[in-house]
């Protein structure tokens, strides 16, 4: 079911329609952002309907319609699940905006009635359903399971929003770099709370572009939890210098001060924390240390856009920080995109350079640098999903909210655990279930919802880094990879389905 950025369902809106009525007759106007919901495919429109007509009795799967009746009058009928609605359409100031996946039925059609059908997709016979048995069918069959994510989701205002910034795009004819991308990195610096921000193609080149930034490099040791996505150690390789991995803490799996003291040598220049599952790492004693010995902070928030460490936005932490848009984050672009954020404005003009082939001047080349910057596209509509990122975070927290009320105190079953200085954003809902793991997985997959890995295999022992590391080295990693869980947990989840995950969980637990 179609699904507001706010998460409720809504099969039928009625939206007001300009008219603008004068000595010259009545100028109506309807616009794709504003009435529609839509971008416009297709126009089609009745007249001429004998005396007891009936229309519609069809459903779309995809296509969604603005219908609006220009004169006389006919009776609308919308039937989604368990909604069911009637709607009198007699004014041009009125259109009826149906969802896809709605019944409907037109009738009661006053003489002289012109009715104009907007829709967003062009003619395809297979869309409709045309009989009302098969289209309850169909729905039911949309119930059998529950993604662990379905980026198909993403709700029709949005999907709207981003369809004319894209076309904006096109007509601007600039697709790298540009206005697009300045006003982009402008309101993301912001929303991180710092001065800068400098896009990139995606997170692994925003993590390695800013160490090179910093001049770290072949010789150097840099220091990062040894559970993470593999990207945090890969960038430390990718500028030659050397992953020195420590243990994470077993409550959080986040990395600890404690273990980065003892794993500091002279060779150490920069310490990679990663807000893990969208849960700030514990960054002051962290920040200490790394004053003490002078040491490059580099936070790799991929997962935490927006997460708050007692009060304070992370990415604004550590000298720098590196975030990723890939479709799959909590702030996901159309493809591969990333950023880095930073105070220091002398490190946003190396990095950018370092991105733009070490190039600062067109055609005149400081240093050694790469292509990695960001699309306009990409741009264009991370700015349109930075709008909702403040309410798709808080829709995230009260589905965990969901989660931690419903699983307490199962024996057997480790809940994602908050620190009272945390605002966390739940990019991932990662359990950890030692030993039945496995098991539960397979018991959720029967019951055909979805869920995940985070990592099925530590960084130290993939097989890119064999000779480097060996197994039992770290132990907390290991077990986290051998027993967590991640359950669905997207801002486009109802939370019904959330307590239908709970309800099977605790089915599991209780067989
Ligand atoms: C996704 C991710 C990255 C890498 O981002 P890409 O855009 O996929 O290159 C880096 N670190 C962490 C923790 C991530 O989750």
């Known amino acids: 079911m179609a699904r507001q950025s706010d998460g409720t369902d809504h099969p039928v809106r009625l939206v007001p329609v300009t008219v603008m009525p004068s000595e010259s007759g009545t100028l109506g106007v309807l616009q794709a952002s504003e009435h529609i919901g839509f971008v416009p495919k297709r126009v089609y429109f009745l007249t001429h309907l004998p005396e007891g007509a009936k229309r519609g009795a069809h459903a779309h ?4 319609q603005c219908i609006v009746c220009l004169s006389g009058g006919v009776t609308l009928e919308v039937i989604k699940r368990e909604h069911r609605s009637i709607h009198r359409l007699d004014t041009p100031g009125t259109a009826a905006i149906l969802d896809a996946g709605c019944w409907r039925d037109l009738f009661d059609f006053a003489p002289g009635t012109v009715v104009v059908v907007i829709a967003s997709e062009e003619y395809d016979p297979g869309d409709y359903i045309r009989s009302f048995e098969e289209f309850r069918q169909w729905e039911a069959s949309g119930d059998a399971g529950i993604p662990y994510l379905d980026l198909r989701r993403t709700p029709a205002d949005v999907r709207r929003d981003i369809t004319l910034a ?23 610096a912001d929303f991180c709370g710092v001065a800068s921000a400098v896009g990139t193609g995606n997170g692994l080149d925003a993590l390695s572009i800013a160490l090179r930034a910093a001049g770290i490099g072949v010789g150097d040791e840099v220091i990062l939890p040894a559970h993470s996505f593999v990207a945090t150690a890969l960038a430390v390789t990718a500028v030659g210098a050397e992953p020195v991995l420590v243990d994470v803490d077993p409550e959080l799996s986040l990395i600890e001060a404690g273990a980065i003291a003892n794993a500091i040598t002279l060779r150490t220049r920069a310490i990679i924390p990663v807000h893990l599952y969208g849960h700030p790492a514990d960054m002051d004693p962290l920040l200490e240390i790394a004053a003490a010995r002078n040491l490059f902070v580099l936070e790799d928030a991929a997962q935490a856009h927006g997460a708050l460490y007692k009060g304070r936005p992370v990415g604004s932490l550590g000298d720098c920080a590196a975030f990723s848009f890939y479709p799959t984050k909590n702030l996901g672009a159309l493809g591969d995109a990333g ?70 105190d199962i024996p057997g079953l480790l809940l994602p655990q908050v620190r009272d200085w945390a605002t966390p954003v739940w990019h991932v809902f990662a359990l950890r279930v030692p030993g039945r793991r496995d098991s539960l997985r397979e018991a959720l997959a029967r019951a055909s919802i979805g869920t995940n890995l985070h990592y099925p295999v530590p960084i130290h022992l993939q097989a890119c880094y064999s000779g480097r590391w060996s197994a039992g080295q770290f ?28 309800d099977a969980v605790r089915r599991f637990f209780a067989a």
């Open 61 to 64: 799967r995809r296509l969604r």
């Open 166 to 188: 894209l076309d904006d795009v096109v007509q601007s004819g600039t697709f790298v770099g540009g206005p697009q991308v300045a006003g982009f990195e402008e309101r993301f």
């Open 339 to 408: 950023a880095i954020v930073t105070n220091d404005s002398r490190l946003a003009t190396v990095a950018r350079s370092v991105a733009n082939y070490g190039s600062v001047q067109r055609y005149h080349h400081d240093r050694l640098g790469v292509n990695s910057r960001l699309d306009a596209m990409q741009a264009a509509m991370l700015t349109v999903k930075l709008g909702h990122i403040e309410a798709w975070n808080a829709r995230r927290r009260a589905l965990a909210a969901i989660y931690l009320e419903g699983l307490k």
């Open 475 to 502: 132990p907390v990693a290991e077990a986290i990879c051998s027993d967590t869980l991640s359950l669905p947990l997207d801002p486009t989840h109802a939370e019904d389905e959330i307590h239908r995950v709970v």
